[in-house]
């Protein structure tokens, strides 16, 4: 007899819609008579283990549209990446449960957990079905053409940048500025999109996609810096040598290791800092300042794409759909049909799960350090309405009396 139980998590880092798409699921479930209860579990894979589950069909349609609206994760998250054998501990509970449905909101590894908890239920030949619900910001998911998340993070580096330029252009120097982006460069690339004005920064772009080279950056500042007196730099934390290793190791003598045994690149400051004590020492610049934008532009309330909240709701209304009338488990993945318009596909769990997408030749310039127009037609519309903007006064100027 059916339980008429669904299960819904989220996983990895938050978003600013990341609760867009777990309401999506809420209110869409409620639409089917077959749905019974609606579960959440508390901080992902490591909820359900635990069985930490909360009954989201006991909340207000008024109360899930205001959570739909906050930044971050509602049910909280984890960073734990489960192998085979946590898999099946989580299928265990989702057995023991009655759980008929398993809704998983992430980006790379939690698609891979959906995959192997799927594998688990059908070797058990437990009728379950299991959908993955794209998020990350860093936009490296297979098989979409963008990723929720991606779009309002993207809107913050836009508008941070933007905001450092004019400072920069008020008190020249060098500003370098680091955006989250291990393997791909979309976020840190989405800095062009606050340029206005042909002289306006970020002058420099430097991606993960790209070898870094320590001397030649050095050139293009000095060049850059001699040309404009001034230099606004775009760093993805990513950036790495010919070898593969990230340029923050091979400066710093002592890094923080992540959980998984990655070096810690995000939110710790070390690359900017670095990096700004290079163009110091070897270009004699006096004025050089650093930031690392760390997780500011993961859930940074008061700056959301419209657009992202959008189809972050959309893409967790869909996942019920595929899951309720569809007969396979899957990824749902955004498809772009025109300018501007999306669609929904669900993918093959196998032809997402643990694979990583990177940043298309076509939309990195020639001289690796700039964007493409491809890019920025590519990201525009993402960015949502409203988008703010920045004037100058014009250059009128009075003749000197004193000639000094």
């Not at 019974?36 to 508390?42: F, N, Q």
């Not at 957990?113 to 794209?134: D, F, M, N, W």
Request: glycine share 10%; with cysteine; hydrophobic share 40%.
């Amino acid at each position: 007899m059916a339980s008429g139980k669904i299960l819904v998590a989220q996983g990895g880092g938050p978003t600013a819609v990341i609760n867009q798409s777990l309401v999506g699921v809420a209110l869409e479930a409620r639409r089917f008579n077959q749905v019974a209860h609606i579960y959440g579990a508390l901080h992902g894979v490591r909820g359900i283990v635990d069985e930490e589950f909360v009954d989201l069909t006991q909340e207000t349609s008024h109360n899930l549209e205001l959570v739909a609206n906050t930044p971050s994760s509602a049910l909280g998250s984890t960073r734990d990446k489960p192998d085979i054998a946590y898999c099946k501990e989580i299928f265990k509970v989702l057995q023991a449960h009655q759980i008929e449905h398993f809704f998983y909101i992430g980006g790379n590894d939690s698609s891979d957990t959906v995959r192997i908890v799927s594998q688990e239920a059908q070797k058990a030949g437990y009728p379950l079905r299991s959908i993955h619900i794209p998020k990350t910001i860093d936009n490296d998911l297979v098989g979409n053409d963008h990723t929720p998340g991606f779009p309002s993070a993207a809107r913050f580096v836009a508008q941070a940048f933007a905001g450092a330029n004019l400072d920069n252009a008020a008190l020249p120097g060098v500003y370098v500025g680091v955006v989250m982006g291990r393997h791909a460069g979309f976020l840190t690339a989405a800095s062009a999109l606050g340029k206005k004005f042909p002289d306006d920064g970020p002058h420099l772009i430097y991606l993960p996609e790209r070898i870094f080279d320590l001397s030649k950056f050095l050139l293009d500042v000095k060049a850059t810096y001699e040309r404009f007196g001034r230099c606004v730099i775009a760093v993805s934390e990513g950036i790495h040598d010919a070898s593969g290793t990230p340029i923050a190791a091979l400066l710093a003598k002592e890094m923080e290791h992540d959980a998984h045994g990655n070096v810690q690149l995000s939110g710790n400051g070390a690359l900017a800092d670095l990096l700004c004590t290079e163009i110091k020492a070897k270009l004699n610049i006096k004025r050089v300042r650093g930031d690392t934008f760390g997780y500011l532009q993961r859930s940074f309330i008061g700056c959301v794409s419209d657009v992202d909240q959008r189809e972050a709701r959309e893409v967790g209304e869909k996942a019920v759909q595929f899951a309720m009338w569809g007969g396979h488990d899957g990824s749902v993945a955004i498809k772009r049909t025109g300018f501007y318009s999306v669609d929904y596909e669900l993918l093959a769990l196998d032809a997402v799960a643990g694979k990583t997408r990177v940043m298309e030749d076509e939309f990195i310039a020639a001289n690796g350090t700039d964007v493409t127009d491809a890019f920025r037609m590519y990201l525009r519309p993402l960015l949502g309405s409203g988008m703010p903007d920045a004037f100058r006064l014009r250059h009128n100027p009075v003749a000197k009396v004193l000639h000094r």
